[in-house]
């Protein structure tokens, strides 16, 4: 389970990121050593998070009711279409023109709340996905302040305000592929 996750997060940092840096929206200082046009240390930093949320839904899930959730073959299918909402609300924040920080926010925020209503409805699960992007979001702005990181349109103490929804919707996305396997 640990190596599918870590794979899936590794490989998932990368389309994310090649997203954002390709519609300009994230830069990485030119000091730091980069694997094709991402910084070195994400893939194995998003490969690591994913084990630990994908391994915390399904304790989640035992911890809660007591017993593993039992999921059938069909669950696969859930599961991408998880992920292509996961890649819809990267994808609109990157590509979409719109007019406010504001407006952004409330709309990702919106889509990636609906993401964990449709594929998960659990309390743990909300709270998880919730402290994901909470400290997730703490993490990208330490980043920002020791310059190992910059957003081109930081709205938010130097980070964009799109960061938690994206955060918010991988941990649904990489908690549903937890309790798969």
Aim: with cysteine; charged share 10%.
């Amino acid at each position: 389970r640990a190596l599918i996750l870590f794979a899936l997060g590794f490989v998932f940092s990368l389309v994310v990121d090649h997203l954002q840096t390709e519609h300009n929206l994230i830069k990485y200082p030119n000091n730091i050593s980069q694997l094709w046009d991402t910084a070195s240390w994400l893939p194995p930093t998003c490969g690591a998070s994913a084990v630990l949320v994908g391994t915390m839904y399904p304790l989640g899930d035992y911890l809660w009711w007591g017993h593993r959730v039992h999921r059938n073959s069909h669950d696969w299918s859930s599961v991408m279409r998880c992920f292509g909402g996961f890649i819809g609300v990267n994808y609109a924040a990157s590509k979409l023109p719109w007019t406010s920080s504001l407006q952004v926010s409330c709309t990702l925020a919106l889509i990636s709340v609906g993401l964990w209503f449709w594929f998960d409805r659990t309390f743990h699960g909300f709270v998880i996905s919730l402290t994901v992007a909470s400290m997730g979001t703490i993490v990208a702005y330490m980043l920002v302040l020791h310059g190992w990181y910059s957003f081109t349109r930081a709205d938010f103490f130097g980070v964009g305000s799109w960061i938690p929804c994206i955060l918010y919707s991988s941990s649904v996305c990489f908690g549903s592929i937890g309790r798969q396997l």
